[in-house]
């Protein structure tokens, strides 16, 4: 599977606008354009795949008027996501070494986030 993440920053307004994320399961011959929640716009800022399996991706997105920040969280590749809102900005994301759903955030208020992703 290969993701592409394309973004749309605004210079004057110094932020992103728009952002998709588009999955291929075919070695790139075919991509398509991931829609996470239908009739919402959603900016994705960052995604991160899990070290340990491959099959768990988080993406993390920003609303519009940047006043709260969510994860997508995947276990099939990007397939699907389910939605899981965090009362944080995300800076950085990691992985536990060992655990799978766990996950070290680094706020952008200079904080750091212990959460637990299980589904």
């Not at 998709?20 to 959603?42: E, H, V």
């Not at 920003?62 to 996501?81: C, K, M, P, V, W």
Request: with cysteine; charged share 25%.
């Amino acid at each position: 599977v290969i993701l592409i993440l394309t973004k749309y920053y605004h210079t004057d307004m110094g932020k992103v606008l728009e952002s998709s994320l588009w999955r291929s399961s075919d070695f790139g011959t075919l991509y398509t354009k991931l829609n996470l929640q239908p009739g919402i716009a959603t900016v994705i800022d960052n995604f991160y795949i899990c070290s340990t399996n491959k099959k768990k991706i988080i993406l993390v997105s920003s609303s519009h008027n940047d006043r709260d920040q969510s994860l997508f969280i995947s276990t099939d590749e990007g397939a699907t996501f389910q939605k899981q809102p965090i009362a944080f900005f995300v800076e950085t994301l990691l992985f536990h070494p060992k655990e799978e759903d766990k996950v070290l955030a680094y706020t952008k208020e200079g904080k750091v986030r212990f959460e637990d992703t299980a589904f």
